[in-house]
């Protein structure tokens, strides 16, 4: 990440120069930073450690662990806008017939507006991880909700039939957008909250995705109801798009205001390592190559992607499954996605405050993924009862685990591949995801279309049956936990008042390490 030139505030709580160091009583170099031995000492950063200085907080501040108060404005204004692209990306897909009958398209052209945010992502994702890696959070934060108040404004250009490739480009920059969304939960917590709260925050930060598509599937139906008259039908389409815009908008201008680009002190010991151990000339390739050898990550990506996978095939395909079993209940489709999805965050919350307290990643992700196979089972022997209350329980159950699941997957990343990128170990997941997202939600279709919602059913709960066996097979190496426990003792404090700066005071010279 680039550091600009500290403003005079900065250099006065900058570390002391190579010879204060040396001379400051507060100041004890330790002999060595313990590293778990399969934790590479090239990361994305190349520096060779052999020792740290560390400083207690009567001396120079080089090494002062704090955490600041903008963390939770910064998680939150985030979740936001990542709740307001995934709304765009299931908004079509919640009221699959309205859109096929106003635009005169067949339901696979409706399904591809929700598929293209998969299809988009997986080219984008390394340019984009690139990017992050160059210019930071704050520079992604903004291009990404750009993005997303773009989209949604060439939207309000397709209100005619005959308009449905502007609202297919406007959807297509949507999910643009959302490639500088999806990867930034775990780089949010890791940069800007301490150890014994990361797992908390990366689940506030998914709980924002979450949410918007539980609102996706609340919102459409009540306010585009399934009419004829096609005038009638573009109003209330008007009105949908019109109030994604504004709050689009706002959101745009609430990250300019509040996002900033880190805090001015690690919040963590991690933290702090990671950037000591920073480089700007690391080979980017080389980091790549390095999470592709790691086999508990890889085999991480592709459970992660099949669950992902699953419940993106789900949600895009539910108004069709539930319409052909109860039909003209457009309404109660959207509800009981919006059930899974609401149920989904609290699985994640909770979730998230277990891993800060107990650190049991492999555990925890391994019972999250059995009960979701469990509760897909339940759901697709009980979806054709013709009682619509014992779905919406079947679907709640299902959505606890199955999209609890969504931020276990990204903190057990960060955990298996410390010190490499967040946002590179991330992305991969998302990418993964996507692939079998798209996968899924094609022959999902085309086995319901030809022999029903069953077998369709069924076909998910092979696949994550086949996740289930492979987390099985993960070592819980969590190298970041380790990190956390060999870095020299130092207290956690709460920042009294936060600069107008965004970067971090630079680490220790690389002389003393």
């Known amino acids: 990440m680039v550091n600009e030139e500290p403003s005079q505030e900065e250099r006065n709580d900058s570390p002391a120069p190579e010879s204060a160091l040396q001379t400051d009583p507060s100041c004890s170099t330790h002999p060595s930073v313990s590293i778990h031995p399969s934790v590479s000492t090239y990361p994305s950063s190349s520096a060779h450690p052999s020792g740290i200085t560390h400083c207690s907080s009567s001396g120079t ?116 957008a959302q490639v500088f969304i999806l990867g930034m939960p775990s780089r949010i917590a890791s940069v800007w909250f301490g150890a014994d709260e990361v797992s908390t925050a990366c689940s506030v930060a998914v709980f924002g995705n979450q949410l918007g598509i539980a609102i996706g599937f609340l919102v459409p139906p009540v306010l585009v ?54 480089s700007t000339d690391a080979s980017y390739l080389s980091s790549i190559i390095r999470l592709f050898k790691n086999l508990n990550f890889v085999l991480l990506v592709i459970t992660y992607g099949l669950n992902a996978g699953a419940f993106y095939a789900l949600s895009t395909l539910l108004n069709r499954m539930v319409i052909l079993h109860y ?79 969504l931020p276990l997957g990204f903190e057990f990343a960060v955990e298996l591949t410390y010190p490499e990128s967040e946002g590179m170990s991330s992305g991969l997941l998302n990418v993964s995801a996507q692939v079998f997202g798209i996968i899924f939600t094609i022959s999902q279709g085309q086995i319901i279309d030809n022999y029903g919602t069953m077998p369709g059913n069924i076909f998910l709960c092979v696949f994550l049956a086949l996740g289930a066996a492979l987390t099985a097979f993960i070592k819980a190496d969590l190298r970041r936990q380790k990190a956390n426990k060999d870095t020299p003792e130092t207290k956690v404090q709460e920042e009294e008042e936060e600069s107008n700066t965004s970067k971090v005071p630079t680490a220790v010279s690389e002389a003393h390490l």
């Open 61 to 176: 501040q080089g090494s002062v662990i704090k955490v600041s108060k903008r963390r939770w404005a910064v998680v939150l204004v985030f979740s936001c806008y990542s709740m307001c692209n995934a709304f765009q990306w299931i908004q079509y897909g919640s009221i699959n017939n309205i859109f096929m009958t106003f635009y005169g398209v067949s339901a696979f052209a409706i399904d591809w507006l929700s598929m293209c945010y998969m299809l988009t992502y997986i080219p984008l994702l390394l340019p984009v991880a690139w990017l992050l890696e160059k210019f930071g959070l704050r520079t992604i934060a903004i291009t990404g909700s750009a993005l997303n108040c773009l989209g949604a404004w060439v939207k309000l250009g397709s209100l005619q039939p005959r308009l449905f490739p502007v609202t297919v480009l406007g959807q297509v920059i949507c999910s643009v």
């Open 225 to 278: 109801p399934n009419i004829k008259d096609q005038d009638k039908l573009a109003y209330h389409i008007s009105i949908m798009f019109y109030i994604v815009g504004g709050v689009a908008t706002l959101l745009f201008i609430l990250v300019i205001i509040v996002f900033k680009e880190k805090p001015k002190y690690p919040p963590s010991r991690a933290q702090s390592l990671s950037y000591a151990l920073a």
């Open 327 to 405: 039909p003209g209940e457009e309404v109660n489709a959207g509800r009981i996605g919006l059930t899974i999805v609401i149920a989904g965050m609290f699985g994640a919350m909770i979730s998230g405050i277990w891993l800060d307290k107990s650190k049991t990643y492999k555990e925890t992700t391994l019972v999250v993924y059995i009960m979701t196979l469990v509760g897909m089972v339940v759901y697709t022997y009980t979806l054709n009862l013709q009682r619509l209350w014992v779905v919406f329980i079947t679907a709640g159950t299902l959505g606890f685990f199955m999209t609890g699941y």
